[in-house]
C-alpha cells in the first residue's frame, strides 16, 4: 500500500511539473487514463481535492501546493541518492542537460562540453542553446548558465565568473548621430535586452570623474545579444553587450566602443541547479570542471 501511495504523489508532482496530465504521462511512460486515475485516487484517499481542473489547464488547492512543496524534494532527493550511488561506483553515466545562451555556448561552452566528454565517454550530453531564462523542473534541465543578474529563485546557484560589458554603436550610425557628452547619451535610441531587468539603466564609473547614472530608455528589444549585436551594426542605435563578443567587429572598426575611460559593472556568469548538499554527482563533477577551466 505504501508503494502504491509512492506512485499515486509521483504522478501528481509530474502533473504539476509539466502543467498537463498529457506531458505527465508521456514522462512517466503510462497513459494519459492512468495519470488521471492515479490522482483522482490519492484525492480520495486523503479526502481532500488537490487540482482545480478546467479549461486553461490545473490549479494547485491549498492542500495541493502543501503536498507538492513536501513530497517533491523528497522525490528530487531519493533520485538524486540513487544515482549518486550508481555513479560512485562506475564512471559517470546517464543523461546531463545543459542550457546557456547560443553565444555563450558556442564561444566557451562547447569546447569544455567536448573536452569534459572525453573524460567521461558513458555521459550523454543534452545542450539547449536558449536565451529565455528556462523553467528548469517542467523543461527537465539539470543546469542552466546564465548570465548578468540573476534574478529572485528558489533554485540553487553557483558563481562560475564574471565578464566585461562594454557601450557600443556601429561607425556609420556615429557619422550621422553626434555623442559628444555622456547626457547625449539618455536621448540616444538604444537597443535593450528584454532578460535584464533594467536594461538601459548603468551606473558607468570613472576614477577621476565619478559616476555618471545611465537612464536612458530603449526604442529597441531582444532577448539574444547576437540579434542586439546585429541590430547595432546594422545602425539602429546604442547598446551594451559583452566584450568578448564584440572583440572582433571592434577589431575591423564596425563597431566603435563609446566613452571607454568609462566602465561599467561586471556581469556574473552563474550556474544554476535544482537541489541543495544533494545535487547529482554529475552535476557537481560538471560544475566543478567549468570552475577550473572556464576562462573568459
Not at 537612464?215 to 546604442?238: E, Y
Not at 553587450?241 to 566613452?259: C, H, N, R, Y
Request: glycine residues 4%; charged residues 20%; hydrophobic residues 45%.
Amino acid at each position: 500500500m505504501f508503494f502504491n501511495y509512492l506512485n499515486r504523489v509521483q504522478t501528481f508532482i509530474a502533473v504539476v511539473d509539466c502543467g498537463s496530465f498529457t506531458r505527465a504521462a508521456e514522462r512517466l511512460f503510462i497513459s494519459k487514463a492512468m495519470a488521471s486515475i492515479h490522482v483522482k485516487s490519492l484525492e480520495e484517499v486523503l479526502n481532500v481535492p488537490l487540482l482545480i481542473r478546467n479549461t486553461r489547464g490545473i490549479t494547485l488547492t491549498e492542500a495541493g501546493e502543501v503536498l507538492y512543496n513536501d513530497f517533491q524534494e523528497i522525490f528530487a532527493n531519493i533520485q538524486t541518492s540513487i544515482e549518486n550511488i550508481s555513479e560512485s561506483h562506475h564512471s559517470l553515466s546517464g543523461t546531463l542537460s545543459i542550457t546557456s545562451t547560443a553565444e555563450f555556448g558556442e564561444q566557451f561552452l562547447m569546447p569544455l562540453i567536448g573536452e569534459f566528454c572525453k573524460l567521461h565517454p558513458r555521459l550523454d550530453i543534452n545542450y539547449y542553446a536558449d536565451s529565455s531564462l528556462n523553467d528548469l523542473i517542467s523543461d527537465r534541465l539539470d543546469l542552466a548558465i546564465r548570465l548578468g543578474t540573476l534574478r529572485n529563485s528558489a533554485l540553487k546557484s553557483r558563481k562560475l565568473g564574471n565578464y566585461s560589458v562594454i557601450m557600443v554603436a556601429s561607425s556609420e550610425w556615429l557619422k550621422n548621430n553626434s555623442i559628444q557628452s555622456l547626457n547625449d547619451l539618455n536621448s540616444a535610441p538604444w537597443i535593450a535586452n528584454s532578460n535584464l531587468p533594467m536594461p538601459t539603466q548603468w551606473a558607468l564609473h570613472n576614477d577621476k570623474h565619478g559616476t555618471f547614472d545611465l537612464r536612458a530608455v530603449a526604442r529597441f528589444h531582444s532577448n539574444s545579444a547576437l540579434s542586439i549585436k546585429a541590430m547595432v551594426r546594422a545602425g539602429l542605435g546604442i547598446s551594451i553587450l559583452p566584450e568578448w563578443l564584440v572583440k572582433t567587429e571592434i577589431a575591423k572598426g564596425e563597431l566603435i566602443q563609446l566613452f571607454p575611460d568609462y566602465t561599467l559593472p561586471k556581469q556574473d556568469i552563474t550556474i544554476v541547479f535544482v537541489g541543495d548538499h544533494r545535487i547529482r554527482l554529475k552535476c557537481r563533477v560538471f560544475i566543478d570542471y567549468l570552475m577550473q577551466n572556464l576562462h573568459l
